[in-house]
């Protein structure tokens, strides 16, 4: 499968993504509330999982910089603390181990092409995190309908570029978590029609 530069299409959809791209998952705000320390958020695009109520530091680290550039404005608007920082997620994290309280991952792992990169990164991550603390991840469902069995796929973004994504499986998710360190708290797959698209895992270190 051929993928085209993600970064190049993810900058190029940013405008729009900010605007149409900012529905809350209450399981995340909750999660991202009860932060008592640093909180990494892996993939922040545009902010979406940020909260006004926050009185910790949000690291947001994404690739894209023009995504960055509306997680700036929305951690302005919100009037909460933030650093963000351009980094490839291919690479190792630019921080000393065992330095976030929290860490979010929500639709990002299945951003990644290649299941030895995404280890990769979940080890990356348990290294960042601090013991005994936690990890929400959400990825996309390969057993949803509207997917259709699919382990990888290339969706459009209207004109603006092809964006590539990875399906996964619930146990190929919570063996890759455990495999990286992590102890698995809860994970949920099936709620309602549209989260019955998601996996979510909660994880401790």
């Known amino acids: 499968m051929k993928i085209p530069s993600q970064k190049e299409v993810w900058n190029s ?10 529905h809350q998952d209450p399981r995340v ?11 990494l958020d892996l993939g922040s695009g545009t902010g979406r999982n940020f909260h006004s109520g926050m009185k910790t530091t949000i ?6 910089s023009e995504m960055l550039k509306y997680a700036d404005d929305n951690a302005k608007k919100l009037g909460i603390k933030i650093k963000l ?6 690479k190792k994290l630019p921080f ?5 309280e929290r860490i979010i991952c929500i639709a990002t792992l299945h951003c990644i092409k ?21 990890l929400l991840i959400k990825v996309w469902n390969r057993k949803s309908k509207r997917f259709g069995g699919k382990k990888e796929k290339i969706i459009r973004w209207q004109d603006k570029g092809e964006r590539y994504y990875y399906f996964y499986t619930r146990e190929e998710l919570e063996d890759e978590v455990k495999k990286a360190g992590f ?9 309602n029609n549209f989260e019955s698209q998601e996996i ?6």
Do not use: C, M
């Open 13 to 22: 959809i940013a405008p729009e993504w900010y605007e149409f791209k900012n």
């Open 59 to 64: 690291y947001a680290l994404d690739f894209s």
């Open 96 to 100: 000393q181990n065992d330095f976030f």
């Open 200 to 205: 979510v895992i909660l994880a401790k270190k």
């Open 29 to 39: 705000i909750e999660f991202v509330k009860r932060s008592k320390d640093n909180l």
């Open 85 to 90: 920082i351009q980094h490839d997620l291919n």
């Open 183 to 191: 102890k698995i708290i809860s994970i949920e797959s099936q709620r």
């Open 114 to 134: 290649g299941k030895t990169n995404r280890q990769k990164i979940l080890k990356e991550i348990y290294r960042v995190l601090k013991p005994n603390s936690k």
